[in-house]
């Protein structure tokens, strides 16, 4: 056993004791078609009138007796990679006591909320772990909720007693992005449990509805910060047991120096799998790329009925949508067809979260890349939640902060979903439009509009050509085309034929069939 896989048992056992006050939820996988790496995405639809093929595979062909053993080699790696966290909980619930720090004042008091919805927003996210239960919410005011204690000497005294007179209270939440390893220390001190930010609650979230090797990675990324800080508290407590000082080279500085080198090797070779799953993607997308079908990436802040509207939008059976925070974490590619008969790709993706830790949204950058590539994107919101406007406000951010292309901004269609919950509603929005995923209404509508900004976006064309019904034409556009409508003219054996078409494949086409007649439409 290597000098480095001996320091990283030293870790994991160094971190068990921390990481047992955290509760062990059941993780149900979610049935979806991951658009990884690991899972190729197979091509769902093909234009009518044509035959059995090859699924899309971006391996395919690649073969090679190396490339196998290249592949068992990386294999198990990713497997080393994914051997239990130290930050991985234990077993046994947790009975929680969510604590949220109103600002009175200043720039950190969002002037879109209140307090009672943010806490609200934190019990739901506490409601998503299975096994985690909310004893008590508590709202506790603060001029600055950066300071050692949080709050001022008079509120903190109040609430550390209220969380004492809880029975069998196991954990505090408080509901704030990150916490310093200091604060947490003092806090832990003065309530006798373990206190979780939203960096910690919603990073064990991630780690229960992970089911890709490549989410796996990205949760093992976000929570080196984690053990980083966890690390900074050990060494100190070493100092003061052992009487080391962390300024000179004793036990506490040799120890830190061991365990730093182990969390950069890993977080070295987790960005490297992460790297070569990106590549592997990129040829993947190289292959739909070829078979020219639109890609639509659906948006939104968590649960505001994305895969529900996916669903409704493709029929696809196999998707069940769930109520709770966070239940899409791969991205997943769904296909559907719009009123033109045009195959497209709906993508569904991770949801956006208030005060989402920018480490977390960092970690799953190399999966979110792929919304750069879409033709479109569609930001659906819900409208009956009292914070859609911050909801709204906090996906718009996070999307520019995606450095995405201008033209997807520019052109993207906003959705105002579960209108069917609002009497008579009417957007507020010129452009929106109002659906109700769940019963159908305004989908009509949405799938045109979805269809006219792909025309544009992808400059497909819609013409009509003239062709001979006893030459090829016809079956070669059922094959390279989305073919519409065709009017058969029996008297001269031609057809009148109506196509939705690429422009790589219309100049094949022109170049194929130079006597055709074309109108466009």
Known sequence: MGPGRLSWSLLLRCRRAAAAALGAP??????????????????????PGTGGGAPWNGAAGAGG????????????????????????????????????????WGPQKSPLTTAELQIAEAVALV?????????????????????KFV?????????????????????????????????????????GVPVFDRYTVVLHIFRCNARTKEAKLQVALAEIPLLRSNLKNEVSQR???????????GSGEKFLETQNRVLKEREFKIRNALEKLRRKRALLRTQRRKCEFPMVSVMGYTNC?????????????????????????????HAGYLPSHMPVIYVDTIGFLTDLPHNLVESFSATLEEVAYSDLIVHVR???HPETILQKATVLSVLRNLNLPSHLLDSMVEVHNKVDLIERYKPTEESALAVSALHGHGLEELKQEIEKKILTATGKKILTVNINLEGPQLSWLYKEATVQEVEVMPEDGTARVK???????????????????????
């Open 305 to 333: 009925g994305k895969t529900t509207l996916i669903k409704a939008l493709t029929g696809e059976a196999g998707l069940q949508p769930k109520d709770q925070l966070f239940a899409t974490l791969d991205i997943t590619a």
């Open 127 to 147: 409601d998503t772990l299975q096994n985690w239960t909310v004893l008590d919410k508590i709202i506790i005011s603060t001029k600055n909720p950066n300071k």
């Open 26 to 47: 059941r993780c149900h996988p979610l049935p979806a078609r991951p658009l990884s790496a690991a899972a190729p995405l197979r091509a769902p639809l093909r234009p």
């Open 151 to 191: 709050f001022g000497k008079g509120n903190f005294q109040v609430l550390t007693e209220k969380i004492k007179k809880l029975p069998h209270v196991t954990a505090v939440f408080l509901n704030m992005e990150r916490i310093s390893s200091l604060t947490k220390k003092e806090l832990e001190g003065a309530w």
């Open 65 to 104: 007796d190396e490339e196998e053993e290249e592949e068992e080699d990386d294999e198990a790696a990713l497997e080393e990679l994914l051997a239990p966290s130290p930050l991985a909980p234990g077993p046994g619930a947790q009975r929680v006591a969510v604590v949220h720090p109103a600002v009175k």
């Open 499 to 521: 196509v939705i078409i690429g422009s790589s494949a219309f100049g094949r086409y022109k170049n194929l069939f130079p006597n055709s007649e074309i109108f466009m439409s």
């Open 239 to 249: 100092d003061q047991q052992r009487g080391g000082s962390r300024y000179i080279m």
């Open 382 to 384: 819900d409208v009956t």
